[in-house]
T-cell receptor, first 113, second 115 residues
Framework: DTGVSQNPRHKITKRGQNVTFRCDPI?????LYWYRQTLGQGPEFLTY????????KSRLLSDRFSAERPKGSFSTLEIQRTEQGDSAMYLC???????????FGSGTRLTVV | AQSVTQLDSHVSVSEGTPVLLRCNYS??????LFWYVQHPNKGLQLLLK??????LVKGINGFEAEFKKSETSFHLTKPSAHMSDAAEYFC?????????????FGTGTRLTIIP
């Protein structure tokens, strides 16, 4: 098991385009999280899945954002009609529970031009 | 509600001297607390965690943290700094009430090691 994998590592897109990111968690982890990190700040919570169910969403997740985890394994995060303010590092994490901690991927860096 | 305050945005220490990174938290329930490290262009790595067991927590690479409920603090320490410790450090809190899965991160402390 090589940890949490995120693809792509970098994405440059024009304003108004749609983008999709993928996260492959550690295989036995039933919990999956998306966070967003802007320059000089700590990561901010976006959404949480337990298996395939999306159980919690932040108010940061506007209606242009959608996340799925169709079979309780990998997850995708889609941003529609991207804006410059969406430029950030998007981080995925997975976990069994607090006791074991949360394993983060290396992130997808999105630049909207 | 949960929140965390990292009291120093930047800490500089000489190699071989002790490290102290300060963190205060606010929690409406019993908290879980974590320290993560982020090296440049690398992912977040878990250093240590407190999840209601022993209040003195030992982590990787010689780091420790002590949970002090009366002071609402969870400061990170290391007896002797190494050049490889230079990185950004994040204190993280989670209220352990049912249904809350959100981690709240501090704004980070950048640790610089002086040779």
């Amino acid at each position: 098991d090589t940890g949490v994998s995120q693809n792509p590592r970098h994405k440059i897109t024009k304003r108004g385009q749609n983008v999709t990111f993928r996260c492959d968690p550690i295989s036995e982890h039933n919990r999956l999280y998306w966070y967003r990190q802007t320059l000089g700040q700590g990561p901010e919570f976006l959404t949480y899945f337990q298996n395939e169910a999306q159980l919690e969403k932040s108010r940061l997740l506007s209606d242009r954002f959608s996340a799925e985890r169709p079979k309780g394994s990998f997850s995708t995060l889609e941003i529609q009609r991207t804006e410059q303010g969406d430029s950030a590092m998007y981080l995925c994490a997975s976990s069994l529970s607090d006791y074991y901690g949360y394993t983060f991927g290396s992130g997808t860096r999105l630049t909207v031009v | 509600a949960q929140s965390v305050t990292q009291l120093d945005s930047h800490v500089s220490v000489s190699e071989g001297t002790p490290v102290l990174l300060r963190c205060n938290y606010s929690s409406s329930y019993s908290p879980s607390l974590f320290w993560y490290v982020q090296h440049p262009n690398k992912g977040l790595q878990l250093l240590l965690k407190y999840t209601s067991a022993a209040t003195l927590v030992k982590g990787i690479n010689g780091f420790e943290a002590e949970f002090k409920k009366s002071e609402t603090s969870f400061h990170l320490t290391k007896p002797s700094a190494h050049m490889s410790d230079a990185a950004e450090y994040f204190c993280v809190v989670r209220d352990t009430n049912f249904g809350n899965e959100k981690l709240t991160f501090g704004t980070g402390t950048r640790l610089t090691i002086i040779p």
